[in-house]
């Protein structure tokens, strides 16, 4: 008797969370928005250690955003699928190289990429309209930049236009009537050398590869 008195205040209670709503959904579509921060891995090459006129190359983190659409499919109760196609990233990077005299010459490298990520995102059991998620993915990059970029880096290095990195991350999901919130934090690395290395030019034959990385703090609305 007691348990019959119980469950319809029980079904109530249950109903009274926006996840419930979410849950039945097997996909659902959103845009993302972000903040990105990238450098350069350098591998310095052994002709540096024989160079009289660049004592030291560095790389330092440059800003950029992020524009994209998502896609999520559901995989039971707590895997998704997620498509951020297409995502649409601008992105600086910064050689530093410092000379005998020890005067720093910086050169900004400026990128327009075209990403194409997938994802598998694993979530947690949901708290009331709140849950945590760990994801796993990796992306092809296309700069759309590259060939406007190399007319100007005849005396600096090239970069190759594509790159496959390696993705990792962690977010929430907030759950409110008619859309869900997901504030993401994610790392990139770069597994492709994307140097175009040139003996001819002082500043690129010092490097012998460069692997790109990055860290992303993105925005999901979804619904």
């Known amino acids: 008797m007691a348990l019959l008195l119980l469950g319809p205040s029980l079904s109530a209670q249950r109903g009274t969370f926006n996840y419930y709503a979410f849950s039945k959904k097997t996909y659902y579509f959103g845009i993302t928005l972000g903040y990105n ?7 310095r090459s052994e002709t540096l250690i024989q160079n009289d006129s660049i004592r030291l190359i560095q790389s330092s983190n440059g800003p950029g955003f992020n524009l994209g659409i998502v896609t999520n499919i559901k995989f039971g109760e707590n895997m998704d699928l997620r498509f951020n196609l297409p995502t649409l ?6 050689l530093e190289y410092t000379l005998p005299t020890q005067e720093v010459i910086s050169r900004n490298i400026e990128s327009v990429f075209l990403d194409f990520p997938i994802q598998f995102r694993y979530k947690s059991k949901p708290y009331q309209d709140v849950r945590a998620f760990f994801i796993v993915g ?13 007319r100007k880096a005849e005396d600096l290095v090239r970069i190759q236009s594509s790159d496959i990195l390696v993705e990792y991350g962690v977010g929430l999901q907030f759950f409110f009537p008619y859309f869900i919130l997901s504030p993401e934090i994610k790392f990139s690395h770069g597994i492709n050398n994307i140097h175009s290395r040139n003996d001819q030019l002082i500043y690129s034959r010092t490097i012998d590869k460069l692997f790109a990385q990055g860290i992303t703090f993105s925005v999901h609305f979804e619904g």
């Open 138 to 150: 990796a992306k092809y990059s296309l700069d759309l930049a590259s060939n406007s970029r190399a």
């Open 89 to 94: 990233s601008f992105a600086e990077r910064r």
């Open 37 to 43: 921060s990238s450098r350069y891995q350098i591998q």
